[in-house]
């Protein structure tokens, strides 16, 4: 499985992403049940608001499948989301 991961906004506006391919990763179980547990219809509005974080994933299940994209707004992440993005933003 291939995440990607682009954060923008925030008090400066800058903008960080990362890209992380799970099967090279000793924790590729976590990761993978976390990105699969995702449903973009409980993550919340995904408006931003004034000087919080918008995050982007992208989920490739294969490196040829067309990804799934979901937006998240920081306000709405619970701590397995959250882990998950600065997990692929750290990579």
Same mark, same amino acid.
């Given at each position: 499985?291939?995440?990607?991961?682009?954060?923008?906004?925030?008090?400066?506006? @800058?903008?960080?992403?990362?890209?992380? /391919? %799970?099967?090279?990763?000793?924790?590729?179980?976590?990761?993978?049940?976390?990105?699969?547990? @995702?449903?973009?219809?409980?993550?919340?509005?995904?408006?931003?608001?004034? /000087?919080? =974080?918008? =995050?982007?994933?992208?989920?490739?299940? %294969?490196? /040829?499948?067309?990804?799934?994209?979901?937006?998240?707004?920081?306000?709405?992440? /619970?701590?397995? %989301?959250?882990?998950? @993005?600065?997990?692929? @933003?750290?990579?």
């Amino acid at each position: 499985m291939i995440l990607k991961v682009v954060r923008s906004g925030g008090f400066a506006g @800058l903008t960080a992403s990362g890209e992380l /391919d %799970t099967s090279a990763q000793p924790d590729s179980e976590r990761l993978e049940q976390v990105a699969r547990g @995702l449903d973009g219809a409980q993550l919340g509005s995904g408006r931003p608001q004034p /000087d919080r =974080y918008v =995050y982007r994933l992208q989920v490739h299940t %294969t490196a /040829d499948a067309e990804p799934t994209e979901l937006l998240v707004a920081e306000q709405d992440l /619970d701590a397995d %989301t959250a882990w998950l @993005l600065d997990r692929v @933003l750290q990579s």
